[in-house]
């Protein structure tokens, strides 16, 4: 009998002369391509005197090149219908852009030029900084946003996981031209760099295009993050007294890191609590009982932490009974395990939205640019979705039982209530055993 053929792996991961690295998945059926440049600088490498600065320079890098202006970035993919875009995150930062296939080479061309050759022009720098300090004050007045700054504060309290990705109005307004430009030049070498593309294209003819626009450059020893800290005893409640309609809610706990071996578990935890409208969360809080409009569960993924957060957001009158009643949907699941059908549910759902989200050129891009840039490489679907399948109830009752407990909840809670009740609502999270 002959011997199988093994299946050639759908990804093809390069180390480039240069030091950038690059992973690619061909997508023969596809109209469109993307491509993101990822950058090992985020919000855990600044240290306190320069918060912010990561953000800052993203924002900085889509304001012209040595060669090109700030129009011509933005016209050469969006002239031909692509679109162009980024973001920071903890992490890294992402330059990407999608447009119709047949254009990918333009597209690799603008965003390495943006992440190489940045003019960094001092009248850019003092004009996008009034835009930063409005988008500041634009958080502050944004409560849902808000708790969730909070949040990461309560956790990890003086520590870059728990600062503003956009700093606050001091370390902005302290950002100089010197300061920013140092950042880049350490940051923004290709040893610390990563290209992920997706779509329909040949392989071999982005990496010679890569080759002729990335050269070998500086070689400045590559930056590392603090280590996430320990957070402290819980249960801890931070309220926010503010003149809002609606109370917003973040109850969540210490989580695991990006590759703990009890990762699977807490994807289907999240699953099985709030992640969609079948959610034991949006069933009974929302559905059952009429107690919020909003509810559902986050999960926060880093190299040594991670945080799993429920947010609601409710009548100030509600808010205890809310509160209690999602800390007893978090004691049922660690006590009693999930039922076959229910688990068979979360296991479906969770296959069924990878499998549609990476139909699409841009969000497979960012899902295998993520695992290169913060693991070093990509995990196929289909072993992902193996290991989702393997997952016992007895696996989520355990990885409950790690996450919640009552020494280890934190609430932040901002809205119309009164400071004291924050000593109530303590109590309230100690019920959690």
Not at 25 to 54: C, K, L
Not at 60 to 81: D, Q
Not at 402 to 431: D, K, M, N
Request: hydrophobic content about 40%; some cysteine.
């Amino acid at each position: 009998m002959p011997a199988r053929r093994k299946k050639p792996a759908p990804y093809r991961h390069v180390t480039m002369p240069s030091g950038l690295t690059v992973v690619l998945r061909e997508m023969p059926h596809a109209e469109s391509a993307s491509v993101g440049i990822w950058v090992r600088a985020g919000g855990r490498f600044e240290p306190p005197a320069i918060v912010g600065v990561s953000h800052f320079l993203e924002h900085l890098l889509f304001k012209g090149t040595r060669t090109r202006t700030c129009e011509e970035l933005k016209r050469a993919v969006e002239g031909v219908g692509g679109s162009l875009n980024g973001f920071t995150a903890e992490e890294f930062t992402c330059y990407m852009a999608k447009l119709p296939a047949k254009h990918l080479a333009r597209a690799l061309a603008v965003l390495c030029d943006m992440a190489l050759h940045p003019s960094l022009a001092s009248r850019d720098i003092d004009k996008e900084r009034d835009v930063i300090l409005e988008e500041i004050r634009m958080y502050d007045d944004t409560p849902g946003q808000h708790v969730h700054e909070v949040f990461n504060q309560l956790l990890w309290p003086n520590h870059p996981l728990g600062n503003l990705l956009a700093g606050s109005e001091q370390s902005v307004r302290g950002l100089s031209h010197g300061v920013i430009r140092s950042y880049w030049r350490r940051f923004y070498q290709p040893r610390n760099m990563l290209i992920a593309v997706a779509g329909n294209f040949v392989a071999d003819d982005v990496i010679a295009q890569l080759g002729r626009l990335v050269r070998p450059g500086r070689r400045e020893a590559l930056p590392r993050s603090r280590p996430a800290p320990r957070s402290p005893r819980g249960p801890l409640v931070r309220l926010l007294h503010k003149k809002t309609e609606q109370t917003h809610v973040c109850l969540g706990t210490p989580a695991i890191a990006r590759m703990h071996p009890q990762r699977f578990a807490v994807e289907l935890l999240h699953v099985l609590l709030g992640a969609n409208m079948s959610s034991r969360l949006f069933h009974e809080v929302r559905e059952r009982r009429g107690l919020v409009y909003e509810i559902g569960t986050q999960i926060k993924r880093y190299r040594d932490a991670g945080a799993f957060i429920v947010y609601a957001g409710c009548d100030a009158a509600k808010l205890t009974t809310t509160i209690r009643t999602i800390i007893t949907e978090l004691g049922e699941i660690k006590r009693h395990p999930v039922s076959p059908r229910e688990l068979r549910r979360a296991k479906d759902f969770y296959a069924g939205q990878l499998v549609m989200a990476l139909e699409d050129t841009l969000e497979h891009m960012l899902w295998m640019g993520e695992q290169a840039i913060t693991v070093g490489g990509i995990g196929t679907p289909q072993a992902l979705a193996e290991a989702i399948e393997q997952v016992t109830p007895e696996q989520i009752q355990r990885a409950a039982s790690r996450l919640f407990t009552s020494r280890q909840l934190f609430a932040a809670i901002v809205g119309p209530v009164p400071v004291h009740q924050a000593a109530t609502l303590q109590r309230v999270c100690a019920e959690l055993q």
